[in-house]
C-alpha cells in the first residue's frame, strides 16, 4: 500500500508541476488579502492575527476544492481504469491527499515568505507549529473533499464546495477575530472546527505554545483529520465510488 | 477462465440487473456478450472484474475467487471500459507508466512491457502525444495497451468498437485476434454489432433481462439459414439492427 500510495503521489506532483499556474492561482486570493486587506487591518491589529487567518483560508481553498480533479477523473474513467488494479483502493486516496499536502505546503510557504516583507515576526517554533497544523488539517480536508466528491452529483461539487467555504472561513474568524463579533455569531461560530485550530495558530504565531487554546486546536485537528480520512477511506472502498 | 454460478445483482432500490447468471469460458475463447440496452451486459462485466459485489452467486474468474480473493483476479485480468480512460492533457506514456507501477511492475519492467505492447498495437511513438491529439482508433488501442501492460491471461472488453470507422474497427479485430493467437489470451467482450459477434467471436451468450437465454458458436445460433438479427429477435423481441440505428451507433 505504501508503494503504491508513492507512486500515485509521484505522479500527481509530475503533473501538478506541469500545471504551476494550478499551485499559484490557489495562494492567488489569500495573498489580495494580504496585500489589499493586510495594511487596514494592521492599523487595528497585528501581523500575527491576520496571518494564520489567511493560512486557513488558503487550506479551506486549496485542499477544500481538491475533489474536483477526481470528479474528473472519475467522468473520464482514469478512476476506474486504476480501480481495476491490485493497487490498494487506499492507496488511491492516500496518494492524491499527499500531492494536495504538499501543494499546500509550497503555497503555504510562499504566503509565509509575502507575510515576512510586510512586516509579520513570529518566533521559529511557533511557526513549524502552526504548519503542522494546517498541513494535518489540509490532509483531512482533501480526505473530505474526494468523498464529497465522489458522493454528490458531478455538476453540483463545484458550486455547493465553493459556497460551503465562504461560511468556514468567515465563521473561523480569519479575517477579524471572533472575539469582536456579536454573541450570536460567536456562538454559531463554535460550531466551526477551523475556528479553534485558527486561534491555536495565532497563539502559537504570537509565541504562547502552553495555552489551553493551543491543546484545543491541536485535539480540533486530530479529530477532524481522523474523522475526514476515515470518511474518505470508506468512500473510496465503496464500490461504485 | 470464467466459471459463474447463481452469479446476480440487484442494485439498492431493487432493480434485478442481473439475474442468477451461470457460465462458463474456456481458456483461449474469444467470447461475445450480446444483449439488449439494459440486459445486464456491463453489469455483469463490471462484477466478473470486482467493480461491482454481486449481491448473490459465486464465481471464479482467471482461476481465482472472485469475492475472496479480488486482488488476485485484478492481478490477471485486464479490463477497457466503455469510455477512455485517459485524462485528455497529459501525454499518454506517464499515465502508462503509472498503470504499469499500480500493476506492481518495477520501472525496468514497464518501459519493456509498455515498448512491447506498443509495437504490437502500433502505437510506437505516438505515447509522447495528448489524448487530445489522437485519432479514434489510436485512443481505443491506447485504451488497450493499458489493459495489457501485466499481461494478463484474460482480457475484458466493453464494447470496444463503438464509435470507430469500418476501417478502424477491422484493424482492431486483428488485434484482437492476434493476442489470442499469439498469446493464448482468453477475450470476454460486449458488442453491439453482429457483424463483430460472427466475424470475431468462438462462442456467443445473449442476456436478456439479466438472464442467459442463448450461447453457442455464431454458427450454431444461425443454423436454418437466419442471421444472428433473426436469432437475436427471436429471442429477445427486439431489434438490434433497430437498437443501434436508434441509439446512432450503426450496425
Known amino acids: ?241 | 477462465m470464467i466459471k459463474t454460478s447463481g452469479l446476480s445483482k440487484t442494485f439498492d432500490g431493487g432493480v434485478e440487473a442481473v439475474r442468477s447468471v451461470d457460465l462458463s469460458v474456456e481458456p483461449g475463447q474469444i467470447v461475445g456478450f450480446l444483449g439488449p440496452n439494459g440486459a445486464g451486459k456491463t453489469t455483469t462485466m463490471r462484477m466478473l472484474t470486482t467493480l461491482l459485489r454481486p449481491t448473490a452467486g459465486t464465481a471464479t474468474v482467471a482461476g481465482h475467487d472472485l469475492i475472496g480473493a479480488a486482488k488476485e483476479v485484478r492481478r490477471h485480468i485486464g479490463y477497457v471500459a466503455q469510455g477512455s480512460g485517459m485524462p485528455p492533457v497529459t501525454p499518454v506514456k506517464g499515465e502508462l507508466e503509472l498503470q504499469g507501477l499500480l500493476y506492481g511492475l518495477s520501472r525496468r519492467e514497464v518501459a519493456a512491457r509498455t515498448a512491447e505492447v506498443l509495437a504490437r498495437l502500433e502505437l510506437t511513438g505516438l505515447e509522447t502525444t495528448f489524448p487530445a491529439a489522437l485519432s479514434g482508433g489510436q485512443r481505443r488501442r491506447f485504451d488497450i495497451a493499458f489493459a495489457l501492460l501485466h499481461e494478463p491471461a484474460l482480457l475484458f472488453l466493453d464494447e470496444p468498437t463503438t464509435g470507430l470507422d469500418p476501417q478502424s474497427r477491422a484493424n482492431l479485430w486483428d488485434h484482437i485476434r492476434s493476442l489470442r493467437a499469439e498469446k493464448g489470451m482468453t477475450v470476454f467482450l460486449t458488442t453491439h454489432y453482429l457483424d463483430e459477434a460472427d466475424a470475431l467471436c468462438d462462442r456467443l451468450l445473449i442476456i436478456d433481462h439479466g438472464r442467459i437465454v442463448a450461447e453457442g458458436a455464431p454458427a450454431e445460433l444461425k443454423s436454418g439459414g437466419r442471421t444472428l438479427d433473426d436469432v437475436f429477435l427471436d429471442i429477445t423481441g427486439r431489434s438490434l439492427r433497430e437498437e443501434n440505428a436508434l441509439s446512432g451507433q450503426g450496425a
Open chain 1, 1 to 241: 500500500m505504501l508503494r503504491d500510495t508513492w507512486v500515485l503521489f509521484r505522479h500527481g506532483v509530475s503533473v501538478t508541476l506541469q500545471q504551476k499556474v494550478g499551485i499559484a492561482f490557489g495562494v492567488i486570493q489569500p495573498l489580495l488579502f494580504l496585500v489589499l486587506f493586510g495594511p487596514i487591518f494592521a492599523t487595528i491589529g497585528t501581523w500575527e492575527t491576520l496571518v494564520p487567518g489567511l493560512i486557513v483560508q488558503l487550506g479551506l481553498m486549496s485542499t477544500g476544492m481538491a475533489g474536483f480533479g477526481v470528479v474528473f477523473e472519475k467522468r473520464l474513467g482514469v478512476l476506474e481504469r486504476m480501480r481495476v488494479t491490485p493497487a490498494s483502493r487506499l492507496a488511491l486516496l492516500l496518494g492524491r491527499v499527499l500531492n494536495n499536502v504538499v501543494t499546500l505546503i509550497v503555497q503555504t510557504l510562499l504566503l509565509l515568505a509575502v507575510a515576512f516583507a510586510f512586516g509579520l515576526r513570529a518566533p521559529a517554533p511557533g511557526l513549524a507549529a502552526g504548519f503542522v497544523l494546517i498541513v494535518v488539517l489540509g490532509a483531512g480536508l482533501a480526505a473530505l473533499s474526494y468523498a464529497v466528491a465522489l458522493s454528490l452529483n458531478e455538476q453540483l461539487f463545484a458550486p455547493v464546495m465553493s459556497t460551503a467555504v465562504v461560511p468556514l472561513v468567515l465563521l473561523s474568524g480569519a479575517f477579524l477575530p471572533m472575539s469582536m463579533a456579536p454573541g450570536w455569531l460567536d456562538a454559531i461560530s463554535h460550531i466551526s472546527p477551523f475556528r479553534y485550530v485558527l486561534e491555536a495558530m495565532r497563539d502559537l504565531f504570537q509565541g504562547r505554545y502552553a495555552t489551553g487554546t493551543v491543546g484545543a486546536g491541536v485535539a480540533v485537528t486530530a479529530v477532524f483529520a481522523v474523522v475526514c480520512l476515515t470518511i474518505g477511506t470508506r468512500v473510496f472502498n465503496r464500490e461504485q465510488a
